[in-house]
T-cell receptor
Framework: AQSVTQLDSQVPVFEEAPVELRCNYS??????LFWYVQYPNQGLQLLLK??????LVKGINGFEAEFNKSQTSFHLRKPSVHISDTAEYFC????????????FGQGTELSVKP | NAGVMQNPRHLVRRRGQEARLRCSPM?????VYWYRQLPEEGLKFMVY????????ESGMPKERFSAEFPKEGPSILRIQQVVRGDSAAYFC?????????????FGPGTRLLVL
């Protein structure tokens, strides 16, 4: 069965510093990859997605992620974070052979400090 | 275009009562997914429905939980005889898979507290 691992449960970082949130998934022939952000007491908002094509994907709020098939990774990056980026970030995989349901990682809590 | 709507946003029930959670998908979306987020955990898939059909219920607990998505009206997640362990945030997501759109859009969630 497909699984997703987010290697860091918490990532503290200072404002304007770069950040990388790591995500690895178990190998599968055909997957779609997503990053979602969840602000406190809210639902999930899509940041970006990889379906096919270019392995570097750009999303909203200045985030980007790179799909690396050989390392089965989909790390999320931002060159300069803001206080408003403080939130929980979830990596998810959709296995095309399992009807499109999303398999989520445990989440990474990004805390941006002034 | 309104987003995915869920109600109620917060629901308090005593042990043994029933909880009904509603989800109205985005306009034109015919695919609905339910996920549960337990405290300090990620989201776990529960069930996938299309209009009048349950497609995949592999994540649903075997007892007390049921889901439907009727031809008219919202999708309903029903929990009978709730227990404290059912306390969680329940999220619904909808999707439209025509034209290669593979994205699920999430509602704000219903936070269930069982006393």
């Amino acid at each position: 069965a497909q699984s997703v691992t987010q290697l860091d449960s918490q990532v503290p970082v200072f404002e304007e510093a770069p950040v990388e949130l790591r995500c690895n998934y178990s190998s599968s022939v055909s997957v779609y990859l997503f990053w979602y952000v969840q602000y406190p007491n809210q639902g999930l908002q899509l940041l970006l997605k990889y379906l096919s094509g270019s392995t570097l994907v750009k999303g909203i709020n200045g985030f980007e992620a790179e799909f690396n098939k050989s390392q089965t990774s989909f790390h999320l990056r931002k060159p300069s974070v803001h206080i408003s980026d403080t939130a929980e970030y979830f990596c998810a995989v959709s296995d095309l052979n399992q009807g499109g349901k999303l398999i989520f990682g445990q989440g990474t809590e990004l805390s941006v400090k002034p | 275009n309104a987003g995915v709507m869920q109600n109620p946003r917060h629901l308090v029930r005593r042990r043994g009562q029933e909880a009904r959670l509603r989800c109205s998908p985005m306009k034109g979306h015919s695919h609905v997914y339910w996920y549960r987020q337990l405290p300090e955990e990620g989201l776990k898939f529960m069930v996938y429905l299309q209009k009048e059909n349950i497609i995949d219920e592999s994540g649903m607990p075997k007892e007390r939980f049921s889901a439907e998505f009727p031809k008219e009206g919202p999708s309903i997640l029903r929990i009978q005889q709730v227990v404290r362990g059912d306390s969680a945030a329940y999220f619904c997501a909808s999707a439209d898979y025509t034209g290669g759109q593979e994205t699920q859009y999430f509602g704000p969630g219903t936070r269930l507290l069982v006393l």
